[in-house]
């Protein structure tokens, strides 16, 4: 009986790909994906050109070494100007450690109980409900850390002598409720991924739920955790509403969270507002600033990568 020989290895990849997408629809449809992978690159370099290309007319004016290294902002009270920038990277690290010192034990917890504890009916009533917090627009979050959590809870329980009106423990509270969903949910799944497997080797060890969980789960699921962690810091890095509403308008170069502070956001929310005039230093100043945050959160994405690869685990 004759049998029919088939091409193999490089010869097979270049007969399926001659086979492949003949039909005008499959064509179009590769032809505007290709548009929208070179549109997307295009737009980025856009906008890091403009980015870009501001902050070299900013310190055509400003001194960059002042920038770099003076910790005081004061970019529109004229004439004492000052532009140093880490009075705003100060506002924007202590929204993020204390947010992050709220929601992350918060989430963790939550993730380990939907992920260990709770029923299968439990679980699917549950995780909706807290994820339904990540759709609450954040002007309302801003509001509500302002009359409620500041006026309402902080000042009566800690004194108003001591709680300014502006603060940024307020924000920061409201800014964990707001990326509390988004480390329990992203760590809640990285744990169900987690091969059964593992937790019946241990429970045949004698461990216990508790242990389980925490000593065989999070560490198999280590780097979804990592993952989860550096999206919420993203979040509130990126924020504006919140802290622009809640935390103030006063650059400060501090992380005692009772103090009124701004962040990089919100003082680009300041001048985007119309604050400063088109073409002055104060203007400029709005793409310096940017500029810094693009890198931060740059430097911010490659060490989530870096990290979620040195932690990753494979179960083949």
């Given amino acids: 009986m004759a049998t029919v020989s088939r091409p193999a290895g490089p010869a097979?990849?270049?007969?399926?790909?001659k086979r492949t997408f003949k039909r005008p629809v499959e064509s179009g449809i590769i032809a505007l994906l290709t548009l929208c992978g070179v549109l997307s690159f295009v737009i980025t370099a856009l906008i890091i050109v403009t980015l870009?290309?501001?902050?070299?007319?900013?310190?055509?004016?400003?001194?960059?070494?002042?920038f770099l290294f003076s910790t005081k902002w004061q970019a529109l009270i004229e004439p004492n100007t000052h532009f140093g920038i880490w009075g705003l990277v100060a506002g924007t690290a202590n929204i993020v450690l204390w947010s992050m010192v709220f929601a992350l034990p918060l989430g963790l917890a939550a993730a380990i109980y939907l992920s260990e504890y709770a029923k299968p009916r439990t679980r699917k009533t549950l995780k909706p409900i807290l994820e339904a917090l990540a759709g609450v627009p954040t002007v309302v979050y801003a509001f509500f850390a302002l009359t409620f959590i500041t006026q309402d809870v902080l000042r009566p329980l800690l004194g108003e002598q001591h709680v300014p009106f502006f603060n940024a423990l307020g924000a920061s509270l409201v800014m964990a409720v707001m990326i509390?969903?988004?480390i329990a949910s992203v760590s809640e799944d990285a744990m169900s991924?987690?091969?059964r497997d593992l937790r019946e080797a241990a429970y045949?060890?004698?461990?216990?739920r508790f242990e389980v969980a925490v000593k065989v789960v999070v560490p198999a699921a280590l780097s979804g955790i990592v993952a989860s962690v550096l999206l919420a810091i993203a979040r509130v890095v990126g924020e504006t509403m919140i802290v622009a509403v809640a935390a103030g308008s006063q650059p400060n170069f501090t992380l005692n969270p009772l103090a009124t502070i701004q962040t990089m956001t919100g003082y680009m929310l300041q001048v985007g507002l119309g604050d400063a005039a088109r073409g002055t230093v104060q203007y400029s100043s709005l793409f310096a600033v940017g500029t810094t945050?693009?890198?931060?959160?740059f430097?911010?994405?490659v060490g989530a990568q870096l990290i979620v690869r040195r932690f990753k685990e494979s179960y083949d």
Avoid at 293 to 297: A, G, K
């Fill in 52 to 66: 870009f290309s501001e902050t070299v007319s900013f310190f055509g004016e400003v001194p960059i070494q002042d």
């Fill in 193 to 195: 991924n987690v091969p």
């Fill in 12 to 17: 097979l990849e270049e007969e399926l790909r």
């Fill in 204 to 208: 045949g060890l004698g461990a216990t």
């Fill in 299 to 301: 430097l911010l994405n």
């Fill in 293 to 297: 945050l693009f890198i931060f959160t």
């Fill in 180 to 182: 509390l969903p988004t």
